[in-house]
């Protein structure tokens, strides 16, 4: 109801999505650092266990190889594991000059290589050399053109004047399957994780919001005067926040109540001088007479239209005040059904739901009151008002009559201040216009328009809170 609030405030996304997606997404980065610092964990663990193994061989290796006559080695022993006698089988050894060119034959080899050679790199073979026998690991082309782990030693066999270069390899495609297995199952593991911890984070910041939307509702309450001021339980961050909720309700109705006691006190300030000058020249039948109270009559629909006006517009910054328009309508109702009842009018009234004017009673009673009044002055025989709830905490009071109704530009002249079309009908000429001043001081508003009845239509719309409940007639 009030445009120019929009000016002020600024939505900008949702507090819940903004706490849920900043700890979804500081949660998702560590499960994600967590997936793959665990899968490198895995995968170093697997290459260390595959290095140890190749390790092992080339040691049983360098015990077993002996320095033949003829300038060869010889293996003393067979390794137990078959694979190494099955060709192409993804394990091998390989003994070979240490000085040799890197494509030049083995000395000696194991069966599964069949014919084919282990190439190492230059580096690999120097990096071997410097090590004084030690284990180096690394990695090449087996002969089947799978990646190969190595172990490779250069040492001295007795026997022989040269050191040679043994090498123990292994295919590395099941270590490498046995990590991204690993590697799948963590992801898959920590996505499930994943989902619960982002169930977990929306519970955690809807129960840690749940006193912000608490209070959201009892400030909502005190507006639409269900209570007069915030109460229950809050943490202590929140205190303050209501404390000071709760005092500025209180100025707030301090300022209302210091308004309304200065209106008074002016309406009374006024009315008292003006109503002596009124008296005093009711006797005159002169000339002066006559206008001093035309002026004074002029002077109290002033007044009274000022002042009505002024306290209109501190109730409607009023928090808490309410009306219940069912009520309102059925004490208008009665009273002008017997006022006009000599005249043969129809007065029917029409309440759907129970609907709330947000404001005072004394105003809805100006309002409606004005509308009702006037149509019963002008009808022929009915007269019908109807209120309903119309969204968007508005409501919509209409009221109808079967009389000369107005055309379009009287409809707009009508409302200006002291404007009368009939001089004859009694009355200021300010029924209308006040009904036009109080609407828009609650930012509501007033149309005129054709009713179906044949007259005037007259729709108000104000601010108002809705209730269930039943249609009253």
């Known amino acids: ?108 080899r194991s069966r599964s290589l069949w014919d084919e050679t282990i190439r190492i790199s230059d580096s690999l073979r120097a990096e071997a050399i410097d090590a004084n026998g030690q284990p180096v690991a690394g990695n090449a082309a087996g002969p089947d053109g ?13 026997g022989r004047e040269s050191p040679v270069i043994i090498i123990a390899a292994e295919d590395r495609r099941p270590s490498d399957r046995r990590v991204w297995t690993f590697g799948l199952a963590a992801a898959g593991l920590l996505a499930g994780f994943a989902i619960l911890l982002a169930v977990g984070v929306v519970v955690q910041v809807r129960v840690g919001l749940s006193p912000v ?89 002033q007044v009274d239209h000022h002042l009505r006006r002024a ?62 009044d006037n149509a019963c002055k002008w009808a022929q025989a009915n007269v019908r008002v109807s209120a309903a709830h119309a969204g968007d905490n508005t409501i919509v009071l209409t009221v109808e009559d079967d009389g000369p109704g107005l055309d379009p530009e009287a409809r707009e002249r009508v409302l200006g201040r002291g404007v009368r079309l009939d001089e004859q009908a009694p009355g200021t000429g300010f029924g209308l216009s006040i009904v036009s001043d109080l609407v828009k001081a609650y930012g509501g508003e007033l149309a005129l328009d054709v009713s179906p009845l044949g007259g005037l239509r007259a729709s108000l719309t104000l601010p108002g809170v809705v209730r269930t409940g039943e249609t009253r007639h």
């Open 146 to 158: 799978e990646p190969l782990r190595l172990s490779v030693r250069a040492v001295l066999l007795p």
């Open 213 to 301: 939307l608490k209070l959201r509702r009892a400030v909502a309450r005190v507006r639409d005067g269900e209570t007069q001021k915030i109460s229950g339980e809050f943490p202590s961050e929140m205190m303050p926040l209501a404390n000071e909720l709760n005092a500025l309700i209180d100025h707030s109705r301090e300022v209302v109540e210091r308004a309304r006691t200065h209106v008074g006190n002016l309406a009374h300030a006024l009315k008292t001088p003006i109503t002596v000058l009124s008296n005093e020249a009711r006797g005159d039948e002169t000339r002066l007479g006559d206008l001093v109270r035309r002026q004074s009559e002029a002077m109290t629909a």
């Open 311 to 372: 306290r209109a517009a501190a109730n409607a910054k009023a928090i808490g005040a309410r009306t219940p328009v069912n009520e309102v309508l059925d004490d208008l109702g009665r009273t002008l059904r017997r006022i006009y009842a000599r005249r043969g009018i129809t007065l029917d009234w029409q309440v759907d739901g129970e609907p709330v004017f947000r404001g005072e009673r004394q105003d809805l009673e100006d309002l409606t009151g004005n509308l009702m």
């Open 1 to 108: 109801m009030s445009p120019g609030s929009s000016d002020l405030l600024i939505e900008r996304g949702s507090l819940l999505r903004r706490l849920s997606l900043l700890a979804l997404g500081w949660g998702v980065i560590l499960l994600a650092v967590g997936a793959v610092s665990l899968t490198a964990v895995f995968r170093q663990t697997v290459l260390t266990d595959l290095d140890n193994r190749q390790a092992s061989i080339a040691e049983f290796l360098l015990i077993q190889l002996e320095a033949t006559p003829d300038g060869g080695v010889a293996l003393t022993r067979d390794l137990l594991d078959p694979r190494f006698g099955q060709v192409f089988s993804g394990r091998y050894w390989q003994v070979s000059e240490a000085d040799g060119a890197a494509d030049a034959e083995p000395i000696e």
